[in-house]
Every structure is written in C-alpha cells, then in structure tokens.
C-alpha cells in the first residue's frame, strides 16, 4: 500500500520539518506510474490561477448500473464554463508573497456579486470488460481515458451560487467521502477506490462526530428511515411514516420499518480467479506523460522544466539521474531539458551519461530546499529574514 508513503514523502521531514524536493523525488524516481501526476503537479496545472477556473476530476472508476442490473464503468469529469487558467511558479510566488487567500477572495467576491461560477459534468463510459485493445488497465487511476476512444458525455452541471452562512458549519463540517452513493452508482474493481471508500467515513467519524451525516450540511434533503441510530450526538429521531416507535429492528409485526423494494435487478457481476495482492500488470506508464509534455505550449513546458530543475537541484545526484532517465523515457525532449537545467549529460537512450561529480552527491541531502522555487534563492530568503526583521520591544 503506497497512500502512506507517499503522504510521507511529500509532508515535511520528521527531523527538519521541513518540505524537501529530495524526499519527494526520492520516492517518485521508484514509482514510475507518477510520471503523469508528475508532469501536470510541476507544471502550471499544479497551480490553478484561482478555484473558479480549474478542472475536477473524479479520478477513481465507478459503475453505472440499470434497472436490469448491468453495469458499464465510468469516469466523471467537471469543466469550468469560466476556462482554466494557470499561474507560473514565479506569478505565485510573487501573487502569495501578498496575499495568500486570493483564491478564497476570488470565489467569494465572485458569488458576491452574482458571476456564479459554473462547471459542466460529464462522463466517459467503458463497458465492463478486460480491454485487450487498451495499453493500460482501466482500472489504473493513474492513466486518463483517451477521449477520441471515450468521448465526454454531458450529464449535468453545477452552480456555485450561495456563499456559506458560517464556513466552519457548512465548509469545515462538510464531509465528502467516495462510499456515498444513490441507486444506479455503484463501486469497480478500482482498487484505490476500495481504499478510499474505507478511510473517507472512517475519518468523518472522529473529525467531525459519529453521526456527521445528521448535520444539515451533509444531511440527504430527502427524508430517509432507518434502523440505524444511537451513537455520540445523535439528534434526529429517525422514524418512517406511522412506525411503531418501539420497534427498530426488521424483520416484524409490529409496526417497524420495512425494508424498500430494489429500484432494479441487482448487479452481479461475473467473478473467478484469484484474490491476488499485487500491482496492476499492464502499466504503460511513461506514454500518457509523454502524450501531456508535448501537448503543452511552450510556456506551460518551460515552467514545468524550471519547477522540476529548481527542486531536484538540492538532490543527490544518484536521484537526480533516476529522475532524468524516467522523463527521457517519457519524452527525450523532456529528459534532456531537465537534465541540462541540473548539468547531467545524457546518452541517446535517455539515460544519464556520468555523473558531472562523479556519483558522489552534489546535492546533499535537500535540506532548505523548496518546492518548484529556486532552492538558492529561498536560502537566501531564510538566511536574510533576520536581517531584515527590526527589533521590537517584548510583550
Ligand atoms: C485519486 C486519489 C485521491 C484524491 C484525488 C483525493 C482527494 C482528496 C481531497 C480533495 C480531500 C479533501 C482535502 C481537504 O478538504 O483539505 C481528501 C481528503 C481525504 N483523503 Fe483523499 N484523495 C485521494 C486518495 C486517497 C486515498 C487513497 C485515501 C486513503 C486510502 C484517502 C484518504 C483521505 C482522507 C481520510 C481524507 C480526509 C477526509 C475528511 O476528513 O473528510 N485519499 N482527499
């Protein structure tokens, strides 16, 4: 299981507490599947100008399921009816250094003043099969369904419209979790999605309370009896239309509950083989990241090469070659720019071509360095807050 591991290697370090670009790559330049995650996180994609103009994507697969009990898989996807716009690592470091809520204030000034920021939802469906024809498994989260193969449906579409009343009480509070379905959803094989589902309620119910569904915020507005109740701060009384108050248990013949009919046939899906604990066998994983580098304009590419330059810079140079030979296999373009930003020569197999310090670690271990910024530079900040900070009288 990699989630921990890679909350891990991205979090600060346990001793410095600081966030290290050696830690992360570390990490990654094992993990070949993040080539694609990789590439959109350091290139503007990874900092969206603000919430209204950026993209959400329902990454996991789940099924749709008719009233005759079949199944197609799908993926679910919003587009912004505003565009997407991006910031380069420069333009938001220049635009935090003032003012880091400014897409918190966008948001909110724009509902304010009634430019309702808007998101159309749409699908891709696949059906239910192995897909032979495919070169990735589509049940790999990390890998994007090609949209001239599964073209994006429109569904539906959202409106922000309303800002909250109280943010804790309706934004905090709010507990969102990939388990919470309505007939006709229902979950894949998508094995993150398995793990996802589990640890999503688990966590409401010690963050926000055991019975965090009852909160209005993420209350169903339809009325819904159970035989479910009890538990720390429970407030409703959860009774159906003229049940026996005494009676919460099912089956009866005294008046309780009474299980609903099935909106349709049941799924069920065909299984044999093993239950295996192992890694997805059909990875192309440097194909999709590739595909994305060459798609980007020229600015998008640029900022992606210095971002992944500035925090690799601080690595050991044995990392910063596995990085190098990893984006080569996604694009030799891709490659030979990022290991020229770090002054490692490469053959024309993308891999490195000796070390300029003979393996012996140029970087050190990363430490002061900084995500996506110059590392140098961001030393100097921190070396240069004491001097220019005034001296003031204690409190
Ligand atoms: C596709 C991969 C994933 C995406 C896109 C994703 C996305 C998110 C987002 C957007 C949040 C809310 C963060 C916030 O409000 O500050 C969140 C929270 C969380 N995620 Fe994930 N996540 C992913 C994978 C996972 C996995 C694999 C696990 C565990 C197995 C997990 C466990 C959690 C938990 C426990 C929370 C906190 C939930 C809460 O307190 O309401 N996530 N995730």
Aim: with cysteine.
């Amino acid at each position: 299981m990699k989630f921990p591991d890679l909350v891990h290697a991205f979090k600060p370090d346990p001793v410095t507490n600081q966030q290290d670009g050696e830690r992360i790559f570390d990490f990654i330049s094992h993990i070949p599947e993040a080539m694609h995650m990789i590439t959109f996180l350091f290139s503007p994609y990874g900092i969206p100008a603000n919430y209204r103009e950026m993209q959400g994507s329902g990454v996991n697969t789940y099924k749709w399921v008719n009233a005759d009990g079949q199944a197609v898989l799908v993926k679910y996807h919003w587009e912004p009816k505003q565009g997407i716009r991006n910031l380069t690592q420069a333009q938001a470091e220049e635009i935090q250094a003032k003012n880091f809520n400014h897409a918190t204030q966008d948001l909110y000034e724009a509902i304010e003043r009634g430019d309702y920021p808007e998101w159309e939802l749409l699908v891709q469906i696949m059906s239910d099969d192995e897909h032979p024809e495919l070169d990735f498994d589509p049940l790999d989260d990390t890998k994007l369904w090609p949209q001239d193969q599964f073209p994006w449906l429109p569904v539906g579409r959202m409106v922000l419209n309303r800002n909250p009343e109280n943010y804790f009480v309706e934004v905090e509070q709010a507990a969102f979790g990939t388990g919470v379905l309505v007939d006709g959803l229902d979950f894949s094989d998508d094995k993150m999605l398995q793990g996802r589902t589990l640890s999503y309620s688990d966590t409401q119910r010690y963050r926000v309370g055991p019975n965090y569904l009852q909160l209005p915020i993420n209350a169903p507005k339809k009325h819904v009896a159970t035989n479910q109740q009890g538990g720390q701060m429970a407030y409703r009384v959860d009774l159906g239309l003229d049940q026996n108050p005494h009676v919460n248990y099912e089956p009866s013949s005294l008046g309780g509950l009474h299980e609903a009919p099935k909106a349709g046939k049941d799924h069920t899906p065909w299984i044999e083989g093993h239950l295996v604990r192992q890694k997805i066998e059909r990875t192309n994983d440097y194909k999709q990241a590739g595909e994305r580098y060459r798609m980007f304009e020229d600015w998008e590419r640029d900022d992606l090469i210095l971002n992944l330059v500035n925090t690799l810079k601080p690595a050991r140079r044995h990392i910063q070659e596995r990085m190098v030979w990893h984006f080569s296999q996604c694009d030799p373009d891709y490659g030979r720019r990022v290991a020229e930003g770090l002054g490692i020569g490469v053959n024309a197999d993308g891999a490195p071509s000796g070390s300029a310090d003979g393996g012996n670690g140029a970087g050190g271990n990363g430490r002061g360095s900084t995500i996506g910024s110059d590392a140098a530079a961001a030393n100097e900040a921190a070396g240069s807050a004491e001097e220019q900070g005034r001296e003031s009288r204690p409190y």
